[in-house]
């Protein structure tokens, strides 16, 4: 079955730009639920939805919160899935999970396959 691991997360300032990348490995990605999505969470909070792709070609989809600062994009051959995060703010500290969409609800119980998250920690 496909394993995936995240990788890309670190220390930053407030400001600073990230890209995390989720590696698909056993298996195409493509060919496994309906699409990609990426959580996060944060110390003492649930873990939430920020942004996914399908496999289906439609445009890929955010969190209202972070629209315009994240982007979701896919990279088939290389059978991996990125998050660019911009303008990051201390707000966004969490660790970032990636995880196939298994089925039609933005939460954690329409995922699965999870990685082991990167953690992300951004300073003010």
């Known amino acids: 079955q496909v394993q995936l691991v995240e990788s890309g997360g670190g220390l930053v300032q407030a400001g600073d730009s990230l890209r995390l990348s989720c590696a698909a490995s056993?298996?195409?990605?493509?060919?496994?639920?309906?699409?990609m999505g990426w959580f996060r969470q944060a110390p003492g909070k649930e873990r939430e939805f920020v942004g996914g792709?399908?496999?289906?070609?439609?445009?890929?989809y955010y969190l209202d919160s972070v629209k315009g600062r994240f982007t979701c994009s896919r990279d088939n051959p290389k059978n991996t899935v990125y998050l660019q995060i911009n303008s990051l703010k201390p707000e966004d500290t969490a660790v970032y999970y990636c995880?196939?969409?298994?089925?039609?609800?933005?939460?954690?119980?329409?995922?699965?396959?999870w990685g082991q998250g990167t953690q992300v920690t951004v300073s003010s």
């Open positions: 056993g298996g195409t990605f493509s060919n496994y639920g309906i699409g």
């Open positions: 995880a196939v969409r298994t089925g039609l609800a933005m939460s954690s119980s329409s995922f699965g396959f």
């Open positions: 792709v399908s496999w289906s070609g439609r445009v890929p």
